[in-house]
């Protein structure tokens, strides 16, 4: 299968690839190109122009900022997975990203992409959630910043504009957190049917603060709100754990398919977001 | 048109091509490189894992445009001489195909798969070829196969990209 005809971009600044946006009004963006090509492929989608942003040095690499670290939105998978400064200070984006697809997908794909993607199930989502992260957004009129409880808008939408870029994720340090990621698939290199993104700050047995995001339990990414409150400030007990984290589905409204309807989603994610939180936490 | 300069297995290439054009489709149509198989054609299967730039991608999965300045290795960029690569040798000695139609993208992935781990454990390797479907389902004798080459020298070397091997 071979995608239909377009007119092809590689600009090497993000200034010109906002440049070549404006200049039609029927462009896409190609960052990794592992969900794109597949829809380009499948004339899900036929654009008249892609603008490849392979060339933008500027979008790639992951560097500190005071107390956040920065991940430019062309860095793949592969490179954040062997980054010391986020095992270091973003576990959990980390514990998600050793979960997607496979390593040749991981060698392509970009944490931008996978981003401005947003499909429901897809593992980024959740842990950049979780981690209250910001997203640097460009676009003719200069350059904004969004909070990730304000970016996922909806399946496959997000703040990013038709004439914008995502050019970075700001994640605010998370140093020493706890962190895990467990995902539910019933075979392998499967996408998550449930996915729970946990982190947690303790002090001594106790938990201090917890964060936990959802996959694939509605149409954007979530928190469990209520989990993360009945956990902080917690003695971290078994017991406590395990009604905070029967509360994770609270609030959510997940999907019914061929994986599982709504009612084993909801089980799902109070089992995975217990699993999830007892190894965050150490146990 | 778009004219793209690229090194595939040692030798350079520049070709006008369309930009919808798959690398696949490149190295298969352009250069005769048939050796990369077509599998799936949904990104999922693996068989047509080639290197670009020392790691491994699924060639249908690519532009060739995105291969602009690049470096690939396919399986046929393995054999140096008529020696087989380490990895070649391995598939062979431990019977690791039986169609051996995913046979080159399973190569390709296993070399790969020693280059993050040049002593794998067979849960490594595993992880590791999570990508590549084998349909005759003969995945156990594809395991020995790249536990026994990580034993041999040079066996996570790309033999067109990497010096001395
Ligand atoms: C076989 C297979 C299995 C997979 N399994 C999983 C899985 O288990 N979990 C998972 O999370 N994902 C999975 N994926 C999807 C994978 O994570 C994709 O790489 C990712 O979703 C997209 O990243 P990309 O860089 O390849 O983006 P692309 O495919 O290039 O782009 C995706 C979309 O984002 C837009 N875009 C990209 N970058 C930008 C930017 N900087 N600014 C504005 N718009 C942009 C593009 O226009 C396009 O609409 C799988 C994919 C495949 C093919």
């Not at chain 1, 959630?129 to 969004?146: F, H, M, S």
């Not at chain 1, 706890?178 to 698939?185: H, L, P, T």
Request: charged letters at 20%.
């Amino acid at each position: 299968m071979i995608p239909a005809a377009f007119d092809y971009a590689a600009p090497e600044t993000v200034a010109d690839a906002l440049a070549a946006l404006a200049d039609s009004d029927d462009a896409k963006v190609l960052a990794g190109g592992q969900s794109l090509l597949p829809i380009l492929r499948m004339r899900l989608n036929a654009p008249e122009k892609i603008v490849d942003l392979g060339k933008i040095a500027e979008l790639r690499g992951i560097r500190e900022d005071g107390d956040a670290i920065v991940i430019g939105a062309m860095t793949a998978y592969a490179d954040i997975l062997t980054d010391p400064l986020v095992a270091e200070h973003a576990a959990l984006l980390k514990a998600a990203i050793e979960t997607v697809a496979d390593p040749q997908i991981r060698h392509r794909g970009t944490i931008g992409g996978a981003l401005v993607h947003a499909d429901p199930a897809g593992d980024v989502g959740a842990p950049v959630l979780a981690l209250d992260a910001e997203l640097v957004i460009a676009g003719p009129g200069g350059e904004r910043t969004v909070a990730a409880a304000d970016f996922f808008e909806d399946l496959f939408t997000t703040a990013v504009g038709e004439d914008e870029l995502l050019t970075a994720i700001r994640i605010p340090k998370h140093t020493g957190w706890g962190a895990a990621y467990e995902k539910f698939v019933r075979v392998a290199h499967q996408w998550s049917i449930v996915a729970v993104a946990a982190t947690v700050r303790m002090d001594g047995d106790a938990i201090a603060e917890a964060r936990v995001g959802l996959t694939n339990m509605g149409s954007t990414p979530l928190r469990a709100t209520a989990t993360e409150a009945a956990l902080a400030g917690s003695a971290g007990t078994a017991q406590g754990i395990a009604h905070a984290c029967g509360l994770a589905a609270e609030g959510t409204s997940p999907p019914s398919d061929l994986n599982g309807d709504a009612d084993y989603r909801r089980h799902l994610a109070g089992v995975l977001t217990r699993r999830a939180v007892l190894s965050a936490v150490g146990r | 048109m778009t004219r793209i300069t690229v090194t595939v297995d040692g030798d350079r290439y520049t070709d006008d091509i369309e930009p919808r054009m798959l690398l696949v489709q490149y190295l298969r149509e352009s250069l005769g490189k048939v050796g990369t198989v077509i599998g799936c054609d949904t990104s999922n299967c693996g068989a047509c894992t080639v290197h670009l730039d020392g790691r491994s991608v699924k060639s249908c999965n690519v532009l060739a445009v995105q291969a602009d300045g690049r470096d690939v290795t396919t399986i046929e960029g393995l054999a140096q001489d008529g020696e087989l690569h380490p990895m070649q040798r391995a598939f062979h000695e431990n019977h690791a195909l039986q169609c051996g139609f995913c046979t080159p993208g399973m190569i390709m992935q296993g070399i790969d798969i020693l280059i993050d781990h040049p002593e794998p454990t067979e849960e490594q390797i595993r992880h590791g070829l999570e990508g590549n479907l084998c349909r005759c389902t003969g995945y156990h004798n594809i395991v020995k196969a790249v536990a026994a080459a990580a034993k041999a020298p040079n066996a996570a070397a790309l033999s067109s990209s990497a010096a001395g091997a």
